[in-house]
């Protein structure tokens, strides 16, 4: 990705005495006292994030591009009425450089973390900060414990969710439903019934794509991970993760075998074979061409549509919740997303923490569109999008049992290498399914 450009703001004044006016009214007269529009009736919802002094703050994550300028965007306000800078960097190097970073002394304020399990590692070597009184008073107030439990190590809390990202949904074409006959299905045997419907025209069933360059397989293990969750619940599943249970367990040998009669049926699929050579970003795209029936992922692949595609419950291309197993046992629900840390404890990085863990910024977010949050006070009116709405409806569904996607939690041996390769080889007919998880298990650091 192309590093990202900062915005700047551009001046046009008459005269040296025009612009002494100026940076009067805007309190930039060479003091260092609040600035006068902190005082704006605007200004009243941050009045308790206000400091007397000019502060800045550093943020360094890994959002880039527009993503990153809706971001700064977010927070214009807040800097406008708090006399708090936010300094912010997005970096494509985050995991390499955030370590290099803090063990060199020089680490960020704010750091925004994609695994809890990088974040746990600062957190362990004693480099980041547990969280404050009032940060930690907007985490009870607007996250579930499911989510706080990522944050914290050795029983003290040193995150607070940001973003979030739903896995668990199943793309389809409305259009092709309504031609077939077909209903959404709110049932794992529902689902199945629907896959053989599909099969019988002809239709591929079910389509998908693990091709990710140096990150092929991981959308695999996402398969994986969902069906754990429903075949065995969340229990097995965090024991699983967590690696309590080995990873060949026989309950996770079972899961893999539910996700194989899917993933690896030739009925449903053809030959699996190909989807080892089919891009993440091209797995689902025959879902709107009517030559495929369902396809598997996250809200974030909407943005995998070609433009002018209409993403709605009457449009080309929309999803529904995947289905649990066993609803007795809750609405399973994979998720993702980042989470905001700090090195510091200063006044206003605490101030800039709490903001950030509002629901007043996270609606200010919402607003600027292709965002989400498990923020149980976003109001979803301000969300933009059919799929986000829909998202954020399943996180704050009061049945939804919610766990991180497990190979960000693994350590990286497994996660982010072993899990990766091990389901290309499984889809690929290198190894079945005992093989490729004794593998994986052997691959776990003693």
Known sequence: MAVLSRRRRAFALAGVAAL?????????????????????????PYAQYKVDKKKTVSIYATIRDAEADKLTSSWKQFEECTNIKIEYEGSGE?????????????????????????LA???TKGQLKELPAPVKANLDKNWSKDWAKYATVNGKIYGVPLGANVKSLVWYSPQLFKEKGYKVPTTWDEMIKLSDDIAATGIKAWCAGIESGDATGWPATDWIEDIVLRDQ?????????????????????????????????PK?????????????????????DKKCGLHRQANFYSNQWAKGTNVAEDGDVFAFYFPAVDPAKGKPVLVAGEFVS????????????????????????????????????????????????????????????????????????????????????????????????????STWPK
């Not at 970073?101 to 973390?113: H, K, L, M």
């Not at 599943?237 to 049926?265: C, G, M």
């Open 20 to 44: 002494a006016l100026a940076a009067a009214a805007c309190g930039d007269s060479g003091s260092d006292t609040g600035s006068t529009s902190a005082d704006k009736p605007e200004c009243a």
């Open 342 to 441: 700090a090195f510091s404890d200063r006044d206003e990085v605490v101030k800039v923490q709490t903001y950030l863990a509002s629901a007043e910024w996270a609606n200010s977010k919402a607003k600027l569109g292709d965002w989400i949050s498990a923020n149980k006070n976003l109001d979803v009116s301000l969300v933009t999008g059919s799929i986000d709405k829909l998202s954020v409806k399943i996180l704050q569904d009061p049945a939804t049992v919610a766990r991180f996607d497990g190979s960000d939690l693994m350590p990286a041996a497994v996660g982010s290498k072993s899990f990766w390769t091990g389901m290309t080889d499984w889809i690929n007919g290198t190894k079945d399914t005992k093989a490729t998880l004794d593998y994986i298990e």
């Open 233 to 265: 619940g969340p229990d097995v599943y965090d024991q699983w993760v967590n690696h309590t249970i080995p990873f060949n367990d026989p309950r996770i040998v079972s899961a893999a075998e539910r996700t194989a009669s899917i993933l690896k049926n």
């Open 121 to 123: 590692s600062f957190a």
């Open 94 to 118: 985050f995991e390499t450089q955030i370590k290099v970073r803090a063990d060199g002394g020089q680490p960020p304020d704010i750091a925004v973390f994609p695994q809890p399990g990088l």
């Open 268 to 288: 449903y699929v053809g030959n699996p074979k190909t989807i080892v050579t089919t891009s993440f970003q091209e797995g689902g795209l025959p879902v709107k």
